[in-house]
């Protein structure tokens, strides 16, 4: 893990780690329980992408009736979140495969399926938000200014104070965003944060150029053939809206709730924090118990053990937890798992309204 950007330094050992990961690995020795975990990861890619295709291939071949059609929307709208949430996340991560050229090509499926830059995302992902998570300026999905503020050491605004109401359609158009300005901005500014994104080349250009092709061509061109312009473009804009709101609230219930520690660059470089535990404190693991989320989310709802071990598929970290819990409350860590899917959402429409009123001028009118 690279360990300094603009002199932020982790103290990447300390014995909690050391010793999960060494739970871990014992967890881990048997080539029967990474066999099985590789396959319950590998059973969700066919089921994301076909559920995509089927519902795709039936809107555009067999041109149901409306209620079928809203059926098959309903179909690409979950076969896009299953990308992105099991297939895409672990693949970029590089924990699909041993080889990265195979992570990197199923990855793709983020250009392909979802429209946004798997490279962008690589560095925005993997570099900004692992390693510097909820580091003010440093981690890339940690600020939304002047849109939103969602870490004490941002500058108050008026209209923030707003933000737990107006931030549920904010969610819905950044999907769009990523699709159009997110990637072209990235690319032009030559950062995400303050990691570096080299604009890319030879294969990474062209998995760019083609992935947008293939996306522009599914989602809005070929239905153009089919149906008249104003049903392609209601269809389109409620694909992307609803997954959008749901990817964008499912990341932040992990880290933008009032369990979850935020700080500035400059309080990091003070304090030189344990890298392991600055992950566990600012990350929230929520619904443990909830199978069908734990299926679903792959892995997103077990946050806290992902950013511990991003690397390994998905399917292992309910039995990680365990582990992680109990030397938490070994080494006096603090481990915060929501128990339900309300307490989750509550804490971060809280936290929302607190970062939205804090530090505000109010008038208090006497007499
Ligand atoms: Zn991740």
Redesign the pocket.
């Given at each position: 893990m690279k360990a300094s950007v603009e002199k932020v330094v982790f103290d990447n050992g300390g014995a909690f780690i050391e010793e999960t990961r060494r739970d871990v690995h014992e967890y881990l020795a048997s080539g029967r329980t990474r066999l099985r975990g590789s396959l319950l990861l590998y059973a969700k890619a066919p089921v994301a992408i076909g559920l995509s295709a089927i519902s795709w291939a039936l809107l555009i071949f067999v041109r149901p009736s409306v209620s079928v059609a809203v059926l098959c929307l309903g179909g690409l709208v979950l076969g896009a979140l299953l990308t992105a949430f099991c297939v895409q996340?672990d693949a970029n991560?590089g924990s699909y495969f041993p080889r990265r050229r195979y992570n990197h090509l199923l990855g793709w499926t983020a250009d392909a399926l979802l429209g946004f830059s798997s490279y962008a995302w690589r560095v925005k992902?993997?570099i900004s938000?692992?390693t510097y998570t909820n580091i003010d300026g440093l981690d890339d999905d940690a600020r939304q200014v002047p849109l939103a503020r969602f870490a004490p050491s941002q500058e108050p605004k008026p209209w923030y104070r707003f933000q737990h109401i107006y931030i549920w359609p904010m969610y819905t158009l950044m999907g769009l965003r990523q699709q159009t300005l997110g990637d072209i901005t990235a690319f032009a500014r030559g950062k995400v944060g303050e990691s570096r994104l080299r604009v890319p080349r030879g294969w990474n250009l062209a998995g760019l150029i083609v992935g947008k092709a293939i996306f522009v061509a599914w989602a809005i061109a070929i239905p153009l053939i089919v149906y008249p312009w104003w049903s392609v473009l209601g269809a389109y804009l409620g694909f992307v809206m609803i997954t959008s709101l749901i990817m964008a609230t499912t990341f932040q219930l992990a880290h933008c709730v009032e369990e979850a520690s935020y700080a500035s660059a400059e309080q990091t470089r003070d304090r030189r924090p344990l890298w392991a535990v600055h992950e566990v404190e600012t990350t929230v693991d929520f619904c443990p118990r909830n199978p069908v989320l734990t299926w679903a989310l792959g892995g997103l709802n077990f946050q806290i053990e992902?950013?511990l071990f991003?690397l390994l598929p998905h399917t292992h970290y309910p039995t990680i937890a365990k582990i992680v819990q109990r030397n938490c409350t070994k080494h006096g860590i603090r481990y915060t798992s929501q128990p339900s899917l309300r307490t989750a959402l509550r804490s971060h429409f809280l936290h929302l309204r607190t970062m939205g009123r804090l530090g505000i001028v109010v008038e208090i009118e006497m007499g």
């Open positions: 996340h991560h992902h993997n938000h692992h992902h950013h991003p």
